[in-house]
């Protein structure tokens, strides 16, 4: 970490966060998704592959060319949905037919009643279904993370419901200052802003406030 | 459009495609930046008389409706109207109702989106808030209407030291199920769609307490790509399974009635009864939300648009002559059953002592939605809320006349009875309508009431050119 701590010091750019902490990543805001586009497919070119893209709603083929993989949430669904097929079966099956049948109106209590258990086997493989979707999106979306480098940068904060977004972190192997810089300067990049590890010290405000200045 | 421009060019000369081009969804050539101000300045704006007003109306009604539930609780179901034959009377009726007005909201968010119609992405949010708390006020009933609430358990396969097992063979079972999924499924429908919008909120908070709460309802969302990607994933599944629960809660709460013999409930046809009246009754709920919330925030009228207003009443149209053809259809099927009991409960129902019920609801029903045929009728918005609250009055009727004027013409004369409402019955039922009430108007204050990240991504120019560019040359000739 504090090695990326001496690059960016020999680099005068805007600072979001604490200077002391080390550097996390730099950051460019891009005015329209073409641009973004661009500039993604700038930096897969150079070969980056430790970066992300922020916009505040889904861009067409952003994610193709960031080579992202498809999601693996509709097989953790598919998952959920026939485990929750096989629970509602043995939920209903075991107490009707085995440990307390239960004659109602003449309906048969083995394995014939099939088509009565039907209707609870569907619900319950949408509710669980529905359950690992989202908490699937939560967790392979990273979240809940309350704390983030990103909400340091105050230009983010006020921009992410509009602005477009490329973050380019310094764990990168290829990351160096320098070049970052001038790759996302080249493509259009706006406020190009080192981003350190955000601190919750008052210090950390008045070197932002400074900073714009 | 540009791949369609392309590709005419290259055929022969450009035909006339303003017939094809689609009414916008944003009036007015908005761009983002003004849908997230003026979806957001809704929350964060000063909190309005009116708002307050309905706010405390709603509110006592829900507190009295409340103070009515636990009169009944510490006294018993007698204090309602119902009593021998009928035994489910205004409790049912209102659980119909509730559950089957939510469901045109589930269709209008998960099926329209499905099906790519766009028009529907601007009233989705308001569509779904009305589906969670209309499920919330049906969950009201079949919770004490068992009488002994503390019993309540029974209901769900809870393992007992008594080795006892709910009846899985039973609709009423099945209706638990249904129910509790649908209450679950379209609350997280709701709620993970808004992530990304709370998340806007989240940004633009000026006060420390706002930056908190809303920090932790959008759970750190940072709109990445990876993020959006398994967000798109989610948003489709859950759409799919929504769309399948359009279907089968209705279903299933159908068959609550379909499974037993009570002449006028035992009919195949009451899935797709229940199901078209529930997207009907729904549909009026939409619009009766709807046109007052244009009026109350100007800046929704380039949001909701009279198009998309237009297009709900179409919908509402069709639904309303699928109830129609159901009408005739029971009524033709109880005279070709040949069958005395069926015959003479729908002869009793119009003939008898609480003929005036499912007159209301016929005469509502049939005429009312027809209206909607005329292009005049339905772009005048005034008359358009007028007629589609008493659509759902005429619904509230339907669902009575199902549940109720079946039950008091039973199989055995010398029991039939006439039902008459008590005071409890009707402030409960009115208690309901408080809480769907209090629940909307904070879901107003506190919530984004339209999709923004979603209607973002459609607005013209919001996508990259080139990337379309490209796919018009992969498919030029």
Known sequence: MSDHLSISEGHHLPVAGCKNESLYAIGARFESPDALLRATAALQKSGFSCYECHTPYPVHGLAEKMRLPKSILSLLVLGGGVSAILIALS???????????????????????LPQFIPIVVALTLMIGAVTAVIGMILLGGMPRFNHPMFAWDLFERGASRSFFIVVEALDPKFTTASVTELLQDQGGLDVTAIHQETFEEGARDLKASDKE | MSTLTTNAEAVTETPDLSILERPPQVLNNRDPHWVTGAVCSIVEGKTPLWWWIGFSISATLAGIGGACILYMIVTGVGVWGSNSPCFWAWDITNFIFWVSMAHAGSMISALLFLTRQKWSISIARVSEAMTVFAIMCAGVYPAIHIGRVWFVWFLFPVPNNYGMWPNFSS????????????????SLFWFAGMIPDLAVLRDRATSKIRKFCYGIVSLGWLGTARQWRHYEMMYVLLAGMTSVLVVTVTTIVSSDCATSVIPGWHATIFPFYFMVGAVYSGCASVLTLLIPLRLAYPQLKDLVTPSHLDKVCK???????????????????????ANAFERGAFWERFHGLAAWYPITCLSINLIVPQLFWFKRVRSCLPLVFVLAILCNVGMWFERFMIVTTS????????????????????????????????????????????????LKATLPGSQAHHATEEEGNRLKP
């Open chain 2, 171 to 186: 609709p009423l079972l099945w209706d638990v199920f249904a129910v509790t999924s649908y209450l679950t499924v379209s």
């Open chain 2, 315 to 337: 919908l509402l149209l069709f639904m309303g002559s699928c109830v129609a053809y159901v009408y005739i259809m029971e009524l033709f099927n109880a005279w070709y059953s």
């Open chain 2, 407 to 454: 039950l008091i013409h039973d199989l055995l004369p010398s029991s039939w009875h006439i039902f008459h409402a008590s005071i409890v019955d009707i402030l409960t039922a009115t208690g309901t309508v408080g809480i769907f009430f209090t629940l909307f108007l904070l879901f107003i204050r506190f919530v984004p009431l339209v999709n923004m990240s979603e």
């Open chain 1, 91 to 113: 939920m209903e099956i075991i107490p009707t037919s085995f440990i307390y049948p239960l004659v109602v109106d003449g309906k048969p209590t083995n394995f014939s009643a």
